[in-house]
């Protein structure tokens, strides 16, 4: 927002005096030329009556006479703003996707123009009263009426806009034949045309973009526009028009003192900034900071680009300035009682202070190499302004940050930070961009709650047509915009294009490319030269991202996955089958990262994790009679705050209440909160999608997919497919798998049962050179044993094996091992029946020679895990157990003793757990243990193969009030310790 100077003078009487100031258009004599006096006169004849002033000849172009700014030279057609590329068609979940709302921005913000200004951005208001600050300088209009359009943004903002459509074409092309590429190329010329911006200075009192004036920013963000353009189409004339901008914020370098005597060099040199009353949006330093702020970030930025020794001089200076006036007092604490002093807060516009900010992680990112230190001071500063931000607005996964603009600017700020490693930013800037960034834009279902009116007058006509695709200016309030009420509903254009550099920013880095690998920052839906990335969020946590027919050097893909999920519950699949475990891995920034190696080009990979639906509380800081704005911190009318139950689906806000009864409604999202909790298909749409430098090779490629992607044998499943591109694709199978629709030519989109399936089955597409491919597995199924009861018998007894997947016949126990014993093996059962998930096996009499086997089932689906069995010898005496005494007292002890003649294994235990010395398990067929001591009757029991005995032990003096053993025990230890005691008393006694 650019700070308007304040006048009291009415529009008429303003156009008054500068009838008389015609020939006042600059100091320089070479600026008097009649033809441009006569058109600015009648320029302000125009305004002064009132009238339409379209048809009023502009002046011829005229060359700059202070700086080599020829708008000619670069802008020289149409075609120089569109960016080469290739566009496609492609069917895609209908989530959010940055690239539509680009193109809905371009449609916004080159249909909100000023043609009475040379194709200059227009402000526009909405509401019915205007707030105290705003100061209309284009007329009468938007005093009588609303909604409208204004010149309050206007020239001042005008490179700030063109730079977001520079952004937005990146993203989603177009045509040079495009009516919005026709008005984005007058705005780009016009911007740059001295003799142009003459006229609107004097007419509205504006600075001169393309000339030194007290107000750098226009210049400043008009520089910015051409570097992003510099970078799509590096021509000569193009860098010597930014260096020249350079000059000029050079020859406008002016020395400031602060009120401690210190020397600094800034871009003002008020000693008093402006400063309108309205303490906390301006503040007394608002001006100071406002203005350093763009310039810093557009020099350091063009040092980076270019080299320019020039712009990195003023940005150290600049930086110097931001950083350090008045014993850092920019950077103050807006209030002790809430905010401890600590490093990076502030008091004012945040959007003033983030630009700032933002120009110092620019500075840092340019002097990284021959200036680590400061380097890494400024980004820990940064990363303090960033969390102060957070703090202080209590966001959560909303980002109402107060005015869409400090949205934009907070987003750009923490993915540098995110990059240069100060924290995973990238989770609650997806969390902002899909609430509130996508909420703030002006769509179908927010136009018609802006008045539509017809006039006559082009600033009063068609509004509501006009903004759709800019973005509300307010983003303090969650559920709704407040309108109409005694604040100004805003639709600034600057803010607008700032928000808007928050959105493509987060689109640009989606997808990081460094060397070898790819790395998926946001889950959102893009298009790109190697992969594209479509999203099913928030439906269902499913990701897919498909190589194409070129993927260069890739060989890693990075996925980042929310930590809002069950990691454990993440899934990832390649061409439809799913991977091991350990095929992909965790890693990438924070270990936050689904880590794939070996990326192949023509493959998707398919990332799946649950979205949990949840309920918390949100906050806002303003109720809805309070306008957006900063406010005094130590005002307690500043902050109402209204707290809100949300409910979400991972992070994306899809219900809220209470809702507010008036204003523009927000998060109109039923059909979300209607969803059950489980995962949902989202619907698809076919959009339009362009790659900047893109290829026919670049085009993404057809899909394929089967459902089911696994079968039981003999299954049946169902093939379909997709293509963006080609008029006819080739069905086929490199496994001539069995296919209801025959194989070779067909359409474009359809599909086909296959089966009957008895063996993997690989089917692919080929459309227009690309090739997919889709596998679908058998399932074999095999014979699985959970248990076989009892697992050791003696010939002749019977053993249940259970398990799953057994056939009705035809199963058969089979040895895998232990199979060495004379004169035979363990017989193989064939043909033994089950019940599906039982078999009863006997041990055969003859052959079953003792020993511990290694078993498993097989049939025709295959061989089971392995199961141990014992086959035990057959008994060839009685099996006793004996007690002596049979009878003790209480406390008292006794001996167990057994013998199990021709016995392989005993086991030794106690129904009622009775003290042992020897402990239970398994035991030799013969032995003996003392047991005790016994407080109640005690039974032993041996059992060896299969058959057991057992003996007891009776407690003479027994009672239901005998101690317990714990009781026993305890009384042992007591008397053990007593002992030591004394002992250890003795021992020093004797010293």
Known sequence: MYAATHHKQGPRKRALRHFWSA????????????????????????????????????????????????????????????????????????????????????????????????????????????????????????????????????????GNVMLALSEAREMAGGTPADWTVTNQYAMAKNMLDYEKQQDLRVLFNLPNIVAPTAATNPSMEAMQALMQEWEHRPTSALKSTIDEFVQMQQDHMKT????????????????????????????????????????LYAMAKWYRLSGNMQSLTIANQLGEYIRNYNNSEFWRTPDQSMYPQESGQFVGHTHSWLLATLGIVEHALAVEKFNPALSRDELNFADSVYNFMKRRFNVGAIGNFGETGAVGDQIRLGLRLAEAGKGNYYEEIEAWTRNQVAESQIDGAIRPYVENNVNSVYELNAIADKVQGLFFSDAAHILAVPFPNTYSSTLNIDGAANIFHGLYNVWLHTVDINGTTAQVNFLLNKAGKYLDVKSDLPYRGRVAVYTKQHIGTLNVLLVRIPSWTDKSQVTVAVNGAILAAGAWSWGGPYGAY???????????????????????????LRDQNQWWIEGSYSDPAYEHIVRLNGTFRGDTLVDASPRPSTGIPRYQRQALAALPAGPVAPPTTQVERFVMDGTASDVLGPSITASPTSVSSG???????????????????????????????????????????????????????????????????????????????????????????????????????????????????????????????????????????AVAIKNTRGTSNT????????????????????????GGRATVSWNAPGAFACVYSSPANAPSDLPYGPVGNTGATGVGPLIESATYTITCNGQSSSATVKVSGASSSAPSHAAVALSSIASQVASALSGFVSFFIGR
């Open 23 to 158: 020939y006042e258009v600059s100091s320089s004599p070479r600026l008097v030329r009649p033809q441009a006096c006569y058109a600015v006169l009648m320029r302000k004849i125009a305004v002064f009556l009132g009238v339409s002033i379209a048809w009023v000849p502009a002046a011829a172009f005229a060359a700059n006479p202070l700086y080599d700014v020829n708008p000619n030279a670069a802008f020289s057609s149409k075609e120089v703003l569109v960016p080469d590329g290739i566009t496609y068609t492609d069917t895609v979940p209908d989530t959010l996707d940055l690239a539509e709302r680009a193109n809905l921005f371009i449609t916004g913000a080159t249909r909100s123009i000023m043609p009475t200004m040379y194709n200059a951005p227009a402000g526009v208001l909405l509401s019915t009263q205007l707030p105290k600050y705003f100061i209309d300088m284009f007329g009468a209009y938007c005093t009588t009426a609303t909604p409208c359009f204004s010149v309050k943004s206007g020239q001042p903002n005008w």
């Open 256 to 295: 400031v003192v602060d009120p401690g005597g210190k020397s600094f060099v800034a871009t003002w040199d008020e000693p008093t900034p402006l400063n309108n009353g309205d303490t906390g949006y301006f503040s007394t330093n608002f001006d100071r900071v406002y203005l350093a702020a763009d310039a």
């Open 594 to 620: 689904v880590h794939i190696s070996n990326v192949n080009a023509n493959t998707v990979y398919e990332i799946q994790f649950p979205v949990p639906v949840y309920q918390t509380t949100i906050t806002q």
């Open 715 to 853: 299954g049946r499943a169902l093939v379909s497919w997709n293509s963006p591109t080609g008029s006819a694709c080739v069905y086929a199978s490199p496994t001539n798998s069995p296919s209801d629709l025959a194989y070779g030519t067909v359409g474009t989109a359809g599909g086909t049962a296959v089966g009957p399936l008895t063996q993997n089955a690989t089917f692919t597409i080929t459309c227009a050179g690309h090739t997919r491919t889709v596998t679908i597995s058998v399932r074999t199924e095999s014979p699985v044993i959970s248990s076989i009861t009892p697992s050791l018998a003696a010939p002749g007894a019977s053993v249940i094996i259970s398990g799953s997947n057994f056939t009705p016949t035809g199963n058969q126990i089979w040895c895998m091992s232990g199979c060495t014993y004379s004169p035979d093996v363990i017989p193989n059962a064939t043909n033994l029946p089950s019940s599906g998930s039982t078999i009863v096996y006997r041990v055969p009499v003859v052959g079953a020679t003792p020993g511990l086997y």
């Open 867 to 890: 199961a141990t069995f014992t086959v035990t010898p057959t008994s060839t005496g009685q099996l006793t157990i004996a007690v002596s005494p049979a009878q003790v007292s209480l």
